[in-house]
């Protein structure tokens, strides 16, 4: 089962046991949340909300408090000396999605599926050959410039 919920203006995707990356909670590291801006869920029947589903939550558990990338913002004028860079670094928070409800009924383990072409990247590299080697081609014979001076010395004499 899997649900698409909405936290900081974004959606996400989520199944138990998927740590997500979210925008600032000012929960302490540990502490459980409740999600309850759920969108969606899926997996057998599906429960679409309009605009969220009702009596659907999501539980998760902050596991860590910290900042994004940095992004750098650079303003410049032509011809008039102005130059400004700015730098900003995201507060963000970690969530360890721990279940699903809906309804009173909980999901909290993963789902096994059944692995697919794209989950086995490296059966598919073991199957593939390695083309040999090529060998290096020979250098080519002097310049036109060499053999003008050639010619050249040799008219001289």
């Known amino acids: 089962m899997y649900a698409v919920i909405e936290v900081g203006g974004k959606q996400y995707r989520v199944v138990p046991g998927q740590t997500l990356r979210v925008e600032y909670f000012p929960q302490e590291v540990g502490e459980k949340v409740e999600l309850e801006r759920v969108l969606l869920i899926g997996g057998g029947d599906v429960s679409l909300g309009q605009p969220v589903v009702a009596g659907a939550k999501v539980r998760a558990k902050v596991t860590a408090q910290g900042k994004g990338e940095k992004v750098l913002s650079f303003q410049y004028r032509p011809k008039k000396r102005y130059k400004k860079l700015h730098g900003h670094r995201q ?19 993963i789902e096994e599926r059944p692995a697919t072409k794209a989950a086995r990247p490296a059966e598919r590299k073991a ?31």
Do not use: D, H, M
């Open 91 to 109: 507060p963000l928070t970690q969530l360890l999605i721990e279940s699903i409800i809906l309804k009173g009924r909980t999901v909290s383990k």
């Open 127 to 157: 199957a593939v050959k390695k083309a040999p080697a090529r060998k290096a081609k020979p250098k080519k014979a002097a310049s036109k410039t060499t053999k003008k001076a050639a010619t050249r010395k040799a008219s001289e004499q």
